[in-house]
């Protein structure tokens, strides 16, 4: 269980984290959204005892991660930019970290390189910002390790390749139990494989939550009635937004899905739809609620 | 227990150089290879190695160690090892053991193939094994130090321009600074002597990044290899204790906060400005018309040119120099401070032994005799010299500083009612307190006779006077003047001949009544028995008078020497 409490992490003037508290338990696939300089990549640094926060607190399963190499093998951090030595090959890259990251298993890199087509002997620093993404994921998870950091890894990968990097991931971070956070400007690279989502504005955390709890208490209803009504019909239900075309109206609704429904057909309205939100929207109309605007948050996720 | 060794670590660490250590290593070889062909018949002496050694830790060096601790400088880096599951004191200790290592071996490579070489091409007839070692071990330590400034740089910033500015900055400016006001001082304070050092070490000589040639061309010492090696180790656990408290987040920036941005800006800026202050200050003490010279001026000049340029270069944005406009402030009051600094220190050795009763003694540090042949008188004399008698004769070291205080203000020697031609040139290690610093002082010959009854009425003298030196040196000057009624008869004495002579004159001196023995050997007339032989470093001989009523043994040992030379 990662337990972050009040950190706070200073640049000069700039505080890049204010106060943050958060706690992922063991097994979570943790996501983070946020703009740029809304504090993720800090986070995870601090997190993985690299940067050394001004005040607050992490630990890994109770012990703290500055200067501790016994929770530090048990963490494996890729940044938003992978490092490789300069000159060197993969074969290079992995004998690297079979010397220093113990728990790495080579035959295991091998064989995800040949599956992702990676060659072994080609110089790092041709390969393309995707192939290197691919490459510092690959050693990653080679790593045999109960906590995985991945720094904006996902962000520009095609299709094809995301596809393949989910799949790793359900394979040795999901299917292992084995605890993760995931950090991406965009929303729509986590929400299929994150049990819990959170962003970060301004370095702090505005919102937590578990991805089901997400889509299930926010969800759009279309109403019509044969008789003039305005927004009081849903007097008791918390809206968020209301918008009323003709007869239709369509409203973003928070709260018990199938209390709402049987208290609108209570009404006896002619049409009654209740519709999913996508995890944009639930993001979106959650942070209007909180008083966000898209603009503060950078309009990014 | 804390794990600070990494094997692993320590592998890792010599894998990040070795491209560099092959191209280093056969880079040595040719260095020795050629040194070997080119000084081939004559004696090497390891100073032939420097145009390998010194580009090896001038430029070399400092490559290993950027690149050993390149991830200092990239923050993708800094992320990787910082993450790895390795206490910070162990990273830096495992790296540092591999750049250690890395060096160790170019130069060990160096001194072997020189050895292999000469054996191959001058067939073991050229090679000073001694001076080569202490060539290599001055190049080691040398290195260690350039690898040490390097590092703690690393570990205060976090890119190359700054690191290369300020290693330059902590190589050369303590000593040029000190050697700048040292020689204002000896220009200035007409009692200095010319190797008046403001603290120990500080000569050039002593830091080996600068003094290898010094070192190399006399008879090399530990001194500066210690002393070089030492200063190393000051910033090996500087740097360890800075990389043990460095913020991460300083890869790729100029410096961990807007504070040691503007020490950095600020340094660079006085490394010009204070020198160019010390010149100033020279000036002015010593009443020059125009005081503030052109190329004063431009230096004062360059160095505001510096300051900017820096922030410019180092942080590449133009908002950030005007931010740092109010901050030149702190150049000039530092220049302020050091022009007042200097000051102070000229007021201090001026002022330095120049009161009455202001000398606690003083003792000879040079002696300066008319010519290298030397009396017996000389002999007892350097031995008191040597031996660090002490002068404490309260009206003489008055005197002396009488004669300090004067020469001081008026800035030259101050001839006496003796005459101009009888001031003599006394170097004296003056005491104050528990303070000592060498002097020069022209004293009169009345007063520079009687600092030396002084000497001749210790114990140190009068013993002297009866433990003559055995023969060393050159045996060719070995030799005896014999007078015997009206004819001088004079015989060269080979080594071992002379060396029983002066045991039999060693051994008869301790009978001799010492007043009528030094009453002879004040004698000047030629005429009479005379032993003249080399002794101690051969630089100097020694004239002894002997005769067959005082030291009849000897007179006796020298006849039957000299007719076994015929």
Request: some cysteine; charged content about 20%.
């Amino acid at each position: 269980m990662i337990e972050i409490k009040n950190v706070t992490k200073k640049f000069g003037a700039f505080t890049a984290l204010d106060n943050v508290s958060l706690s992922i338990p063991e097994g979570c696939v943790y996501g983070m959204v946020g703009s740029n300089g809304a504090g993720k990549s800090t986070l995870l640094r601090v997190i993985n005892g690299i940067y050394r926060p001004e005040s607050g607190t992490v630990t890994l399963d109770g012990a703290p991660v500055w200067e501790n190499p016994a929770v530090k093998r048990r963490t494996v951090f890729v940044s938003d930019e992978p490092y490789f030595e300069p000159g060197a090959n993969l074969k290079r890259m992995a004998a690297m970290y079979g010397s220093l990251r113990p728990g790495f298993d080579a035959a295991l890199f091998n064989r995800l390189a040949a599956e992702f087509e990676l060659p072994l002997k080609k110089a790092v620093g041709a390969f393309s910002k995707g192939m290197k993404r691919q490459a510092a994921v690959l050693l990653a998870l080679s790593v045999d390790a109960d906590y995985y950091f991945f720094d904006e890894t996902f962000d520009g990968f095609d299709p094809v390749v995301r596809s393949r990097v989910r799949q790793l991931i359900n394979r040795y971070i999901i299917d292992r139990g084995v605890t993760a956070m995931l950090t991406s400007h965009s929303l729509r690279e986590l929400e299929d494989v994150c049990d819990r989502l959170a962003l970060l504005h301004k370095g702090g955390v505005v919102l937590d939550s578990e991805v089901s709890e997400l889509k299930t208490s926010l969800f759009k209803v279309q109403l019509a009635y044969n008789a003039d009504y305005g927004k009081e019909i849903f007097d008791g239900i918390e809206v968020l937004e209301f918008e009323k075309n003709g007869s239709v109206c369509t409203a973003v609704v928070k709260g018990d899905r199938e209390e709402v429904r049987a208290r609108l057909e209570a009404t006896s309205p002619v049409l009654l739809d209740i519709l999913p939100l996508s995890l944009d929207e639930v993001f979106r109309f959650e942070l209007s609620a909180l008083g966000y605007t898209d603009k503060e948050t950078g309009g990014e996720i | 227990m804390k794990k600070i060794f990494s094997i692993k670590l320590y592998a890792e660490g010599l894998r990040r150089i070795r491209t560099q250590l092959i191209v280093f290593l056969a880079l040595s070889a040719v260095t020795s290879l050629s040194a070997s062909l080119l000084v081939s018949g004559q004696v090497m002496r390891g100073v032939e190695l420097a145009f390998f050694g010194i580009p090896f830790y001038v430029i070399c060096v400092p490559m290993m160690t950027v690149r050993m601790f390149s991830f200092l400088n990239n923050r993708p880096g800094s992320d990787l090892f910082h993450s790895l599951p390795y206490r910070r004191e162990c990273v830096f200790l495992s790296l540092l053991s591999a750049l250690v290592s890395g060096i160790v071996c170019v130069i060990s490579a160096l001194g072997a193939f020189s050895y292999l070489f000469y054996l191959i091409f001058t067939h073991n007839k050229g090679l000073a094994p001694g001076s080569l070692i202490m060539f290599l071990l001055a190049c080691l330590a040398a290195s260690l130090l350039v690898a040490a400034i390097v590092l703690v740089t690393m570990t205060v910033s976090g890119t190359v321009f700054v690191e290369l500015i300020l290693s330059v900055i902590i190589a050369l400016l303590p000593h040029l600074l000190l050697y700048f006001v040292e020689c204002l001082i000896r220009s200035s304070v007409f009692s200095c002597t010319a190797d008046a050092a403001l603290l120990p070490f500080s000569g050039i000589e002593n830091n080996l990044i600068f003094g290898i040639y010094e070192f190399s061309g006399s008879s090399p010492t530990f001194t500066p290899i210690i002393y070089t090696s030492a200063l190393s180790l000051v910033y090996f656990i500087a740097g360890s204790i800075l990389f043990r408290f460095r913020k991460s987040e300083t890869a790729g920036h100029p410096a961990p906060s807007k504070g040691l941005q503007s020490a950095f800006r600020i340094a660079a800026a006085c490394s010009i400005s204070f020198i160019a202050t010390v010149f100033f200050v020279e000036r002015i003490i010593n009443n020059y018309t125009v005081k503030l010279s052109a190329g004063i001026l431009v230096a004062y000049i360059f160095s505001a040119v510096v300051y900017f340029l820096y922030e410019i270069i180092s942080t590449k944005s133009w908002k950030s120099v005007l931010k740092s406009l109010p901050v030149f402030g702190a150049v000039i009051l530092l220049n302020v401070c050091v022009f007042g600094a200097c000051f102070g220190v000229y007021r201090a050795e001026s002022d330095f032994a120049a009161s009455p009763g202001s000398i606690t003694d003083v003792k000879f540090r040079i002696m300066n005799f008319d010519s290298s042949r030397w009396t017996v008188s000389d002999y007892a004399k350097s031995v008191c010299r040597s031996e660090g008698v002490r002068i404490d004769d309260r009206e003489i070291l008055d005197e002396l500083s009488a004669i300090i205080k004067i020469q001081n203000e008026k800035r030259g020697r101050i001839y006496t009612p003796d005459g101009a031609g009888s001031l003599q040139d006394l170097t004296l290690d003056v005491k104050c307190g528990a303070v000592t610093k060498p002097r020069r002082i022209f004293v009169s010959k009345g007063l520079s006779v009687r600092i030396y009854d002084y000497l001749a009425g210790t114990e140190t003298y009068k013993n002297a006077l009866r433990a003559l030196p055995y023969p060393a040196g050159d045996p060719s000057v070995s030799g005896v003047s014999i007078y015997d009624g009206g004819k001088i008869t004079g015989k060269v004495i080979d080594h071992d001949e002379m060396v029983k002579i002066i045991t039999t004159l060693n051994a008869e001196l301790e009978t001799v009544d010492p007043v009528e023995w030094e009453e002879l050997n004040g004698n000047r007339y030629e005429e009479l028995n005379e032993i003249v032989y080399s002794f101690g470093n051969g630089v100097n001989t020694l004239a002894v008078k002997f005769s067959k009523e005082l030291t009849p043994k000897t007179y006796a040992a020298v006849i039957k020497a000299a007719g076994e030379a015929d």
